[in-house]
């Protein structure tokens, strides 16, 4: 038995793995391909978004607000798909022409409720301020009639499929894109030899793994350079 044939670019990151770690038999009940596939899927999933903010995950999140919308308005990251929200963000009409305006974002509760203080009862009007704080949404003025809104969001990269915990529904049979393969492959390392305390060869591998992170985040740096900042009046 030689285990489920996996897509060549995983098989690719999971051979990685195993060369970094030692762990080169796959008949080892404790390090079967599903669960190496595990480990890369949490370094994925988990570490990833917190250790680079790659160019192409960027993206924005679109959604509608009107007069019946709740006040705030929940925010669940983990079922949109993201690791963050955050500015810039804007709302504009829905009827013809469409105008569109900037929001004003805040973080802060004393900063937004010292502008909106928060047992007033306000008239619906177009939002100019949102407080993103507690995992939800609070918009002000509240909305009089439908706004498209726009928050830029951080998306997290969907898994690897044949992970022993793997949802069919938002899997991948390849690596994203291929000069992210041995960054992923030396991050998931690194979760093993930790959880098995062999942090001497955790320390030699860090080293080569602060390399290809290197590498990942040069090439989103190299995207942004590239664009002028807009000034602002």
């Known amino acids: 038995m030689t285990g489920p044939v996996l897509p ?26 599903p669960i190496m596939i595990d480990y890369l899927n949490a370094f994925l999933q988990q570490e990833h978004p ?6 192409q995950n960027e993206t924005w999140w ?12 929940d925010v669940d990251l983990d079922t949109l798909g993201y690791s963050t929200i955050n500015a810039p963000a804007y709302t504009s009409t829905t009827a013809t022409p469409v105008n569109s305006f900037t929001l004003c974002w805040y973080e802060s509760p004393k ?7 928060y047992n007033n009862t306000y008239t619906p009007q177009r939002p100019t301020d949102v407080l993103y704080w507690n995992n939800t949404l609070t918009f002000r003025g509240p909305p009089d009639q439908t706004y498209n809104v726009r928050i830029s969001a951080y998306k997290i990269d969907l898994s690897f499929a044949g992970g022993s915990n793997s949802n069919e529904k938002s899997t991948l049979a390849n690596v994203p894109t291929a000069y992210l393969t041995r960054y992923l492959a030396y991050g998931a390392s690194l979760s093993i030899l930790s959880d098995y305390g062999e942090m001497d060869r955790y320390q030699e591998v860090f080293q080569v793994y602060r390399r290809y992170r290197g590498q990942v985040m040069a090439r989103t740096w190299n995207q942004l350079s590239s664009q002028r900042t807009a000034p602002e009046f």
């Open 62 to 73: 679109d959604f509608t607000i009107d007069e019946n919308s709740d006040d705030p308005i």
């Open 8 to 33: 060549e670019s995983t098989s690719r990151v999971v051979q990685i793995m195993r060369n970094v770690t030692a762990r080169v038999d796959r008949n080892d009940p404790s390090f079967t391909d």
């Open 111 to 117: 900063d937004f409720y010292a502008i909106w203080p």
């Open 50 to 55: 917190q250790e680079v903010q790659i160019y």
